[in-house]
Structures are given as structure tokens and as C-alpha cells.
């Protein structure tokens, strides 16, 4: 699973790691057989800097809107399921406000997938171009009843604008590179490689950021909740398992993923919702 090099010309990213809310689990409930006690799981969203085609998000994290949809039942079932923590201050949009970024100043979001927890802040970037698996996108117009017990609040993200949206269709205009079939070289110059996973989502993929053979990494979103679960090779509980769109699938990336840690020593692979990555890049 040996990645291609970086070419000495590729432009030199930026890589920001950040997180919008918590939602409160059992560690048993990410890793089968690991012990019941509480924690507290990440929902990490990343800035990548570039410097010709400027501010891209690799999702949104969740939002204060998130208490909003699920205010109501059925919804409020998933926050009974999944209890969130986020201030507003602590939305994607209020962070980068920090860091002297305006939503203007986005042009890209990318979304891994749809789940509540990556285009939970999505409705903050009406001036951004928004990638989405084209299958996903699909999927995520069905009713929201159906959709709550698969993760989703519809209502996140269906005020999207459909003229600022990119479908990504991975079979028609996917290209290998290094080891995985059908990837998107979203800006054409190397620096982001897009790199489907679907199993946890019909559409969900990982963004391969290539800044120099020293530094790279894999930001695979779900494609394992945490690096315990290809390391170890094994998935999550029972309940965790009926969250994906198809579990045997999702479990099916593990090897890879575990193959590709070895292969590429430089590689930093990141689950977005590892509470030990948390630790490492943002936690105090
Ligand atoms: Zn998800």
C-alpha cells in the first residue's frame, strides 16, 4: 500500500486541526471489547491553507444547530442516543472567526460524508463550493425519519445552495493513484487526493494531504472511529454497527487502512472522532 512520492513542485499546504463539539459515548460502544466507561468523542474538522486556491474545510464538525433539529421528537431521540456538547463559540464558523477567517474567506468545504457530526456547520458556508459524494448527496434526500435512525439531520444541510454544490462522482471520473482505485485529485496539482471508504456511509471517502514526502496525512473521517479499530482490526458494538450504512463493508477498510499505517511511516492517518488525536493535536 506504498503511497506514490511527492513531487518536489507540489504547492505547499497548510494543515489546521480543529474540533467543533463532543458527543458523550461508552468506549465500548467505538471499539468492541473495550471497557464501558464514558468518553467524551471529537467531532475534529480540518483547514487546509493552500496557496493558490486558498481556504479549504474538510467538514464542519457539529453546531449549536444541532439542539435546534433535534428539539423535537423523533429527533430528540438522537441527542438522547448521543448527547452533544458545543457552544457557539465552539462552531466551525466562530473558531475560524477567531483565527481572522470570515465564511467569505472559504472558498471549499468538503464533506466526507453527511452525518450530523461533519455538516453539522455546513449552513455557515453559503458562499463556499460544496464537494459531496454524489451518492451521498442522493441518499441524503430521503425522508428525515428514515435518515435519523442512519445519523443524519436533513435539516443540517438541505438549505445547501444546489447552484454553489459539486457532486463527486468517484466511479465516472475516479483515477488511481498509488494503491487505491477511482480517487479524485480534487485541485489537479497533488495536494488533495480524495479517497472513497463507503461503508459507514454510502458516500463517505477520506483526503489524502500531501504536503511533502516528510509530511503527509490521511484525514479518513469514518472510515474507522478510531485507529484502535484497523490496528486491532476490529469494529465497533452491536448498536455502532446498525449506524452504518453497511457494516461488513466499513469493516471491510480496515486492513487497508492498517496496511497503508505500515507501508508509509510518514503517513499521520486521523479518525475524525479518535479522542487520543484529539489529545494529540488540540487538547490540553
Ligand atoms: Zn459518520
Keep these: 500500500m506504498k503511497l506514490p512520492a511527492v513531487p518536489e513542485h507540489t504547492p505547499k ?47 464542519t464538525g457539529y453546531s449549536t ?55 453539522g456547520g455546513i449552513a455557515d458556508f453559503n458562499h463556499s463550493t460544496i464537494y459531496v459524494d454524489k451518492n451521498e448527496w442522493r441518499y441524503g434526500q430521503q425522508s428525515k425519519l428514515k435518515l435519523l435512525w442512519k445519523g443524519y439531520l436533513r435539516q443540517m444541510y438541505e438549505k445547501i445552495n444546489l447552484s454553489s454544490l459539486e457532486q463527486l462522482d468517484f466511479e465516472e471520473s475516479g483515477h488511481p493513484y498509488g494503491p487505491f482505485g477511482n480517487t479524485i485529485d480534487l485541485l489537479k496539482d497533488g495536494t488533495i487526493i480524495l479517497v472513497p471508504f463507503p461503508g459507514h456511509a454510502i458516500g463517505q471517502f477520506g483526503l489524502l ?61 486521523i479518525p475524525s472522532h479518535d479522542p487520543m488525536m484529539y489529545q494529540q493535536f488540540i487538547g490540553k
Design 209 to 269: 494531504l500531501n504536503i511533502s514526502n516528510q509530511e503527509r496525512y490521511f484525514l479518513i473521517a469514518d472510515s474507522a472511529y478510531v485507529r484502535d479499530n484497523y490496528q486491532m482490526n476490529q469494529g465497533g458494538s452491536f448498536l455502532s454497527r446498525l449506524a452504518h450504512y453497511n457494516s461488513s463493508q466499513y469493516e471491510s477498510n480496515f486492513p487497508i487502512l492498517q496496511q497503508t499505517e505500515i507501508d508509509n511511516p510518514n503517513l499521520v492517518i
Design 13 to 59: 499546504c497548510k494543515l489546521t486541526i480543529m474540533n467543533a463539539g463532543f458527543c458523550m459515548t461508552k468506549k465500548s460502544h467505538l471499539l468492541k471489547g473495550a471497557d464501558k466507561s464514558n468518553v467524551s468523542v471529537p467531532a475534529l474538522f480540518f483547514l487546509i491553507e493552500h496557496p493558490v486556491h486558498g481556504n479549504i474545510l474538510f467538514d
Design 65 to 119: 444547530r444541532y439542539f435546534e433539529a433535534t428539539k423535537a421528537f423523533p429527533f430528540s431521540l438522537m441527542n438522547k442516543i448521543t448527547p452533544v456538547k458545543i457552544t457557539e463559540k465552539e462552531n466551525a464558523i466562530s473558531q475560524l472567526l477567531e483565527n481572522n477567517l470570515t465564511s467569505k474567506q472559504i472558498q471549499t468545504v468538503i464533506l466526507s460524508h453527511l452525518h450530523a457530526d461533519h455538516a
